[in-house]
T-cell receptor
């Protein structure tokens, strides 16, 4: 069975400092992995996705994530946080064949950015 | 414009009064899903559909029904809503192993 664990429920950084949001997954297959962002009172927006091509994936707004199979991790990073990055972030794993059409969501990490 | 639409966006209702939340996508996607989002629990899948007339239960299907009579529409039906179904609901669609495209959400309150 697939699962995804976001290791921190809340991360707080200062503006201009690096961001690291951690995600570990469990999958019997070669998974597709995604990061979504949800700003307050908004819907979900795709940040980036990994689908077995390059292991370092670049997304929107300066975010990137690295797929590490040996560590079963897919951590999200950004070199320099901006106030507008304050939001909730979800790591998501998908079964590769899409046979169930199901995505497994992590419980989310709320990112706060201090001035 | 490619999008997933949901209606209504906000709904306050009373226990036991049947309601339907509509979902429509204009991208010809095969897969459609309903999720509920609750604080500290992330998004949990209620039902999904792999194509017309093909639906299956997700992780939290109790108290919900769905139908997929047309490819573009995937309504969520609460036959007898209860307060524990107060939540934020998202409809989503995708094709193959692509990312999910989410609707804007429906905030439901059951009193």
């Amino acid at each position: 069975a697939q699962s995804v664990t976001q290791l921190d429920s809340h991360v707080s950084v200062s503006e201009g400092t690096p961001v690291l949001l951690r995600c570990n997954y469990s999958s019997s297959y070669s998974p597709s992995l995604f990061w979504y962002v949800q700003h307050p009172n908004k819907g979900l927006q795709l940040l980036l996705k990994y689908t077995s091509a390059a292991t370092l994936v670049k997304g929107i707004n300066g975010f990137e994530a690295e797929f590490k199979k040996s560590e079963t991790s897919f951590h999200l990073t950004k070199p320099s946080a901006h106030m507008s990055d304050a939001a909730e972030y979800f790591c998501v794993v998908s079964d590769p064949g899409g046979s169930q059409g199901n995505l497994i969501f992590g419980k989310g990490t709320k990112l706060s950015v201090k001035p | 414009e490619a999008q997933v639409t949901q209606n209504p966006r906000y709904l306050i209702t009373v226990t036991g009064k049947k309601l339907t939340v509509t979902c429509s996508q204009n991208m010809n996607h095969e897969y459609m899903s309903w999720y509920r989002q609750d604080p500290g629990l992330g998004l949990r899948q209620i039902y999904y559909s792999m194509n017309v007339e093909v639906t299956d239960k997700g992780d939290v299907p109790e108290g919900y029904k769905v139908s997929r009579k047309e490819k573009r529409n995937f309504p969520l039906i609460l036959e007898s809503p209860s307060p524990n179904q107060t939540s934020l609901y998202f409809c989503a669609s995708r094709t193959g192993s692509s990312e999910q495209y989410f609707g804007p959400g429906t905030r439901l309150t059951v009193t």
